[in-house]
């Protein structure tokens, strides 16, 4: 056995256990008995603690240092396995086993915060929070900067400078789209009615067919939040049901099954391996959002849900496919992220990228927080925030340490929007298929560029290589353009 | 922190991972996606692998030695730890993946061996796991006997010779108890009608309620066979259904709901601890049988199971109580252990437990056990064996390498019955609640004397301490005597 050999079967364990840690996570959330709450916790220290003291073994320096990789894939896996075990090895355990129990203890905190309106109750906790991921991210940036060395966690090899320049290019672009659609003259009506639960679920599944889920390889339950979990062979979905809302169902579905995909789809050989999985969370996010929104919300499908929908609900409101396509595609305020329209989303990914970088850089006081979130929302959604439970507590991310997290939604939408347009000169019959409520050829086309590569590439690389084009917001911003100038009759 | 404080504290974790392997099998035979199957069986090897890992650490030794362990509870804990990690440490590495390996493969093999009728295409297979648990046995008998140390896995705290004396006494009671049966003139008539699923799953659910079993620490799924899984704060249960046999659904229910609820009732302090758990397999049998039969098939729970029933399937072929209650006791002539009524259940183990000694002694040769099972069977029970599926292939515990498990089951069936005589004493007004579709106070009785103690005392003084009177098989077989002859008349 050479050191790499040792090096990739202690991995190989190592990614065993890490998904049967992700499992737990899963059971938790779908059909863990009520009161298993606290076993369930003892039970996942366990497991973080089994992973954390694996991820530090001094073995792994030492066969790392031994190691002589072959060709692209096993170059890869050493470097990737190299900065894990960098990453894990500069947070001290004392501060490790701290910030997990802190912010496991947050989450709560604030969900009663926000069940409460109340943030009062909870900043004083995120002040701790932030305390402890400065503390995080200054030993983890050894020097360089801290707010790289959280982002790193989710998105490496991008900088928060390089995510600032994109964004300073598309938010006049999208404060003026949205302007202009919210002041249309024809503005698109709104689905109303009653949606049963189990037809929802019926359609939602019948969505995630026409993506091609591999259903040998998942399954969807209800769930509080929409998620996916789990890779290789067992990457299941969850989903949740609104009976006045049947589009919260159905494109949460479609979303989470292009995560999910994104996982199933990566060549079989890498399982197991730091390359079998997808490798960063913009590169997540852009297959679920063209899942979503590209191919889910397009003129094409629409037209093949419109009429599923009608008969699986006995009629709708709304009166042609055109119509329905604008109903889809309805752009009003809003203050939540999660409920954002295509136009709105990324501008709400913008406030809490400044807003935490802030945070983090020290420039920013939690105490002067929520002054800072209504104004800059008000500066950029024209209306102010009416209670706390719809602006600085709306979200979980913080409360957990998740600091660094939010420009990687943005970033997927744009990676998003550079694969669309590449996909659709590839696959001229794309919207034929759409219409007969057949996504997989898209599917196949991202599997073919995007997913069968997992970690191979960098995000950056790999959205290069996808397209043949440097990653560049325009593919974006045209399609938003020419989608809502065609909705909104602009 | 003292010695016997670290041996607790990474006891507990030992505990809680422990806890985790045991819901992936849970999750495997219940809502995993059929497709993962070989990941699945990676993670639980790694699983196994971090936990034989810490039952063999060093360390264990070192604690185990310095610990000054005070009061009873404290003793024990350290007992069991002594004795898990001295037996794990008997077990060269190599010979205990080996086994897993091979039982694993066996599986698979018996399975096919026994659709396809052929026992001459896995007799090679159990030969090769009978070599090596004899191996493993002859390791973990230090120079003592080789059954016995296997039997310990399951029943420790008692020896196949003194199983074997009780089988001396009981096998002529049943053999004659079981002629009569067959010989009287009444014979109970049978069950027969379309009794769909979702029905019988809500009777079992009713069932599962009148048993006392919390749904906040549990949930009922289906599975291809009944089994009880998890502990603490989490255990579930699955049954299944054959819809020409309701029977079999709510008394697999009933019989797990007894396994689950042990667990649960076991003193919340002893959580990830080893006195968190059934302290042998012939005690958890106990709970299970005493709910399904002694309970569960008692005269009056079945009035109530009778008026249940017929009104979930709008009337039964069956007009009385009366002649429900010999309906649900039926004797019958049958080969298969798991469907063998209370009378002939007993008769069935001892048939394996003589040859399984014979085969880790090295007395039978798995060339000859064929034979010696259609032999023995016929002698037993009077009809010879039709098909190998209906003999030597239908269990699955030798294929896996569970030897020394079967004598369990009768034994289980021996605590019960003591533990029936003493709670119809203690709990006069039992009968009155069953016949409501009540059986708590009989469970309330069992959690305060047996369940909550959880494996602070063996099994055998856990009976005694109990019922007030050593562990003997007189209260079983005059339970079955009265109860037999009350529905046969004889």
Redesign the interface.
Known sequence: MSAFDDLLAFQ??TE??S??AE??GW?QET??????????A??M???E??LHERRTDPRIGEWLAAARPEGEAETRVVALIARSHARSSRVPARLAAELARTTSLAQGIWAEARANDAPEDFLPTLDQVLMLKREEAAALADGGDPYDALLEDYEPDTTAAEIARLFEVMRPRLVSLREAVLGAERQPPQLQGHFPQETQLRLSRACASAFGY??????IDLAVHPFSSGR???S?ITTRVVESEPFNCIYSTIHEVGHSSYELGIDPDY??TPLGRGVSMGAHESQSRIYENQLGRSRAFTDWLFHRMGDAFDGLNIRSADDFYATVNRVTPGFIRTEADEVQYNLHVMLRFDLERDLIAGRLDVRDLVKAWNARFLRDFGVAVDRPANGILQDVHWPVGMFGYFPTYALGNVFAGCLDRAMRQDVPDLDEALRRGDATPGVEWLRENVQRHGGLKPAGRLIADATGAPVSPDALLEYLDAKFAEIYRL
């Open positions: 190989r364990q065993a256990l998904s049967v499992r737990l059971d059909v863990m008995p009520r009161g298993a709450t606290e076993q369930r003892e039970e220290a366990a497991m603690a089994v591999d259903w040998s390889r998942g399954r290789w062979q067992d299941r399982a197991f």
